[in-house]
């Protein structure tokens, strides 16, 4: 499998809606521009979770890009819903200017603006870019397999079941979005090379 081979970075995305805070775990997070000021990139959410839809609404997020001591955030933002529970008591963050909470000691962090939504169905792929990006030095970026490798067996039993689940309500997403059907571009009149 193609990206199952790959290693990626873990983001914490937060977002805020009134008094209410939401924040999850990504991993599909992609730059799309070398011009880093200002920085742009895509995140790809689902639909169905907290986050992603109060940031569909407020159109503002915060990403923080996870440091290597920070593996229990992994369960607490990645396997619960903040519809659920509430994901920030007790934790030590502060509200930027503009309302967004940003948690403390991670790698590096960015507060982005949303510019554009693409809905694939199965996901909002919000295209943002950032005014005010910046990282600590002395931290260092935690991969999937350290993460992974860090959970108790228990809960990597839990990340497992919850991510067949994800694919499942993924499938059904799609099949419903009637809007989005993929068509194979061999059958449109693009150029070829000889
Ligand atoms: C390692 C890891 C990577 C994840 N990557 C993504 C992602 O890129 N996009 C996404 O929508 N969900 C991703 N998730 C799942 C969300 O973090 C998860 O569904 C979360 O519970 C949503 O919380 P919320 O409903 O409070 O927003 C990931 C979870 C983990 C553990």
Redesign the pocket.
């Known amino acids: 499998m193609l990206f199952e081979q790959a290693d990626p970075e873990?983001y914490l995305l937060t977002t805020a809606l009134g008094d209410q805070l939401?924040?999850?775990?990504?991993?599909?997070v992609m730059p799309i521009s070398l011009i880093p000021d200002p920085l742009r990139l895509i995140v790809?959410?689902?639909p169905t979770?907290?986050?992603?839809q109060f940031i569909d609404r407020r159109g503002q997020f915060f990403i923080h890009l996870l440091a290597t001591d920070q593996i229990p955030w992994?369960s607490h933002?990645?396997?619960?819903?903040?519809?659920d529970c509430d994901?920030f008591t007790g934790l030590d963050y502060q509200l930027t200017p503009s309302g967004l909470p940003h948690l403390k000691g991670t790698c590096a962090w960015a507060e982005c603006e949303v510019l554009w939504k693409i809905d694939t169905g199965d996901?909002y792929l919000f295209l943002a870019h950032s005014l005010h990006q910046s990282h600590d030095p002395t931290k260092h970026p935690l991969r999937?397999t350290q993460?992974r490798n860090g959970l108790s067996p228990a809960e990597q039993d839990q990340?497992r079941q919850k991510y067949e689940a994800?694919i499942q309500r993924a499938r059904q997403l799609l099949q419903s979005a009637d809007h989005w059907q993929m068509s194979p571009v061999a059958e449109k009149d693009i150029p070829r090379r000889e």
């Not at 979770?49 to 992603?52: F, K, L, P, V």
């Not at 933002?77 to 519809?83: A, Q, T, V």
């Open positions: 873990i939401a924040g999850q775990i990504a991993t599909w790809a959410l689902s979770g907290q986050t992603c992994l933002f990645g396997l619960y819903s903040g519809f994901k996901r999937l993460g990340h994800d």
